[in-house]
T-cell receptor
Framework: AQSVTQPDIHITVSEGASLELRCNYS??????LFWYVQSPGQGLQLLLK??????LVQGIKGFEAEFKRSQSSFNLRKPSVHWSDAAEYFC????????????FGGGTRLMVKP | DGGITQSPKYLFRKEGQNVTLSCEQN?????MYWYRQDPGQGLRLIYY???????QKGDIAEGYSVSREKKESFPLTVTSAQKNPTAFYLC?????????????FGQGTRLTVV
């Protein structure tokens, strides 16, 4: 069965500082990996996705993520955080399952200090 | 504009009542999903449907029911058998046939038992 772990429940960074959110997955085949962002009381918006090719993927809002098969990781990064990035971030894995279902991690809540 | 619409945004239920959450999409997506979100637990799959008149249980289907009479609509009923229904409910949809396709989410319905 596929699973996703986001080890950090909360992270606080200062505005302008760099950010890395961790994601580890468990999946028997080639994973399809996603990062979503959720503002309070809202739905989820896709930041980026990986399914093949270059292991460094670029997304919206200046985010990027690197797929490392040897570490079963797909960490999300941003070089300089803005106050508007404060939100909850979810890593998800999909793959060869019926219905294209995604399995989500528990989420990381990002707080940004001025 | 194409998208997913969930209604209502807020819903209050008395003990012992059934309530139905609406989800409509105009993206022409085949698959639709219902997730439940609780603080610190990420998103958990309740039900999903790949085709009209067919649906499958997810990880936490007990106390919930769904129907898929039209491709565009996938309503979720929270029955009185659901012992702890207070949560944020998210509906999503995606295309089938390509494993890298992402899920698109509605804005969610917050259900509170009073």
């Amino acid at each position: 069965a596929q699973s996703v772990t986001q080890p950090d429940i909360h992270i606080t960074v200062s505005e302008g500082a760099s950010l890395e959110l961790r994601c580890n997955y468990s999946y028997g085949a080639t994973p399809y990996l996603f990062w979503y962002v959720q503002s309070p009381g809202q739905g989820l918006q896709l930041l980026l996705k990986y399914f093949s090719g270059d292991t460094l993927v670029q997304g919206i809002k200046g985010f990027e993520a690197e797929f490392k098969r040897s570490q079963s990781s797909f960490n999300l990064r941003k070089p300089s955080v803005h106050w508007s990035d404060a939100a909850e971030y979810f890593c998800a894995v999909g793959g060869n399952n019926a219905g294209n279902m995604l399995t989500f991690g528990g989420g990381t809540r990002l707080m940004v200090k001025p | 504009d194409g998208g997913i619409t969930q209604s209502p945004k807020y819903l209050f239920r008395k003990e012992g009542q059934n309530v139905t959450l609406s989800c409509e999409q105009n993206l022409n997506h085949d698959a639709m999903y219902w997730y439940r979100q609780d603080p610190g637990q990420g998103l958990r799959l309740i039900y999903y449907s790949q085709i009209v008149n067919d649906f499958q249980k997810g990880d936490i289907a007990e106390g919930y029911s769904v129907s898929r009479e039209k491709k565009e609509s996938f309503p979720l009923t929270v029955t009185s058998a659901q012992k702890n229904p207070t949560a944020f409910y998210l509906c999503a949809s995606s295309m089938l046939g390509s494993l890298d396709t992402e899920a698109f989410f509605g804005q969610g319905t917050r259900l509170t038992v009073v």
